[in-house]
């Protein structure tokens, strides 16, 4: 007899309790964030660094919100400044300042009133860069002048 | 883009909606369909959390154009129990097994065990863990599932 299947005389321990979401998760009625819909909602699209590191020169939205149904454009000069400590952390994980920090971090976002309408904005998105040294180790990391 | 008209069954309804050319099969049941039940896990053909039988055979249905469905016949997890709302055996032994966590991969291990078992009532173990290879699962580890197909498969057999 497998171990699980151990009966006690505990009340829950040793029992095999159906989980309660079960059903919903087993028929597909179940609702995860991307599930939802409202009337009016809009969809988003992320403008990604292709740099590893790298300085964000300009950001120049105005192709991409020139498209008919694109309803904003948002950049790190839309976040609150000064933040620290956890915070900090937060907003330079979320979205890239001065300097885009890896591959892949956010450096703009569309709002539109279509998934494939915001992907198309973005790809308007013209962000010009200006590539820095990257490094692939934690010790080159930790090596003095690095940031 | 302008969109196209597409005219398709799934699970058996006549179901009509414009799709941009552009949309996977994915996209339109989701979100012109509202058939929320398969994922986007990837959007890349990897994880299986949108497998859906396209006139019978297991497809990824984010690497499916939504056009493509035109005149076809589609069937989702959304299908899978009876209309009177009696699970099928693989749904009750998914639950009795404890066969799923999150659930964001378990329809599309539904739809593709089912698809096993019309092909082949008696897979062995390797047999469902190579049939399900393409389906990704985070949470729960994959012994439960495969136990709960077993256990499907035999009550479907009879033999349980
Ligand atoms: S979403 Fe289709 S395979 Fe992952
Ligand atoms: S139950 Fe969470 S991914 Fe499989």
Redo the contacts with the bound molecule.
């Keep these: 007899m497998p171990k699980d299947e151990i009966r006690s005389t505990f009340k829950y321990i040793g029992t095999r309790p159906n989980r309660p979401d079960g059903l919903d998760k087993v028929t597909g009625r179940a609702r995860y964030g991307a599930d939802y819909a409202a009337s009016n909602m809009l969809h988003a699209a992320v403008v990604r660094s292709p740099h590893a590191h790298a300085r964000i020169v300009k950001i120049d939205a105005s192709k991409a919100l020139a498209l008919k149904g694109v309803k904003a454009v948002v950049t790190r000069a839309d976040f609150p400044e000064g933040l620290t400590g956890e915070t900090w952390n937060l907003q330079e994980n979320t979205i890239a300042g001065e300097r885009a920090l890896y591959d892949g971090h956010a450096v703009a976002a569309v709002a539109a009133t279509s998934a494939l309408l915001a992907q198309d904005a973005a790809k308007l998105v013209e962000v010009t860069y200006e590539v820095l040294p990257h490094v692939t180790d934690v010790d080159a990391a930790m090596a003095e002048g690095r940031r | 883009m302008s969109k196209i008209h597409v005219t398709t069954t799934v699970n058996g309804d006549a179901v009509d909606f414009l799709a941009d050319p552009r949309e996977t099969l994915?996209d339109c049941l989701r979100d012109h369909l509202g058939l929320t039940g398969s994922?986007?896990?990837?959007?890349?053909?990897?994880?299986?959390?949108?497998?859906v039988r396209l006139d019978g055979v297991l497809v990824?249905?984010?690497?499916v154009l939504g056009v493509e469905a035109e005149g076809r016949s589609i069937e989702t997890i959304e299908g899978m129990a009876s209309p009177d709302g009696t699970l099928h055996p693989l749904q009750r032994k998914f639950i009795e097994h404890a066969a799923l966590q999150c659930g964001f991969c378990t329809p599309?291990i539904l739809v593709a065990a089912k698809a096993l078992l019309e092909e082949n009532p008696d897979p062995s173990e390797s047999e469902i863990r190579y049939w399900l290879a393409?389906n990704l699962c985070r949470c729960t580890g994959y012994d439960k599932i495969i136990r709960a197909v077993q256990d499907a498969a035999a009550e479907l057999r009879g033999a349980a």
């Design positions: 994915l994922k986007e896990g990837c959007g890349t053909g990897d994880c299986g959390a949108c497998s990824s249905s984010c690497l599309g393409g």
